[in-house]
């Protein structure tokens, strides 16, 4: 009952204001392509998904979750269990310590997988709710459209961010179709990533992403 009430207290600035108060993985691994997603665009995410219908007393799933910033969101909203998967152990185990400081309000609410996106197997969710890995790096092209399939496979309803190209989105709009999706959202958002490996040279990059939001016809 407190969770009820409490996330229907809530609004979208409050949720950003929490995330923000979440600790910062210490230890982020490159060629995993882990940039902490921004608490405003989280918050941006899930308090839209909450507001379709998509969260509260649903079954959610943060693919490729990292610290579980998304899948905290969505707690905090009211989902009746999140499903966390990361192929990073060591990030899971941080994300749980995390969770601990929150058992009262979320146990029994949430478990983590660790596993790769190319062998999960799980059952279906409603929703999943991800930043997958741009695909940046040469043995990360095309991640971020595994993750998508994979997602497409096991939910009704998608959120996720892309890298902006003219390509990717058409490859988006036929991975749609052929798995009987449609697209209902597309909103650019400027990514921020701080400078967080030796190879950086800016404080801050600014990369161009899209947020979509797809859901299976009916």
Partial sequence: ?????????????????????????????RELEQYETPSWIVAHVV???????????????????????????ALVLGARSVIGVDIDDNILQYAM???????????????????????????????VVMNPPFGVYRKNRGLDLLFLNKAFKIASSVYTIHKFSYKLDSLVQELAEMNGFKILHREIINFEIPMLFETHRRKVYRVKTVFYVIRKEV
């Fill in 1 to 29: 009952m407190c969770i009820f009430i409490w996330c229907f207290y809530m609004d979208k600035k409050s949720l950003e204001l929490l995330l923000e108060k979440l600790p910062r993985y210490p230890f982020p691994r």
């Fill in 47 to 73: 308090w839209y998904a909450f507001m379709k219908g998509d969260i509260f007393n649903k079954i959610v799933l943060d693919l490729g979750c990292g610290s579980f910033r998304f899948g905290y969101a």
């Fill in 97 to 127: 310590k995390n969770l601990s400081l929150d058992t009262r309000l979320f146990s029994g609410k949430y478990m983590f997988i660790n596993a790769d996106v190319r062998e999960l197997v799980l059952n279906q969710v409603d929703t």
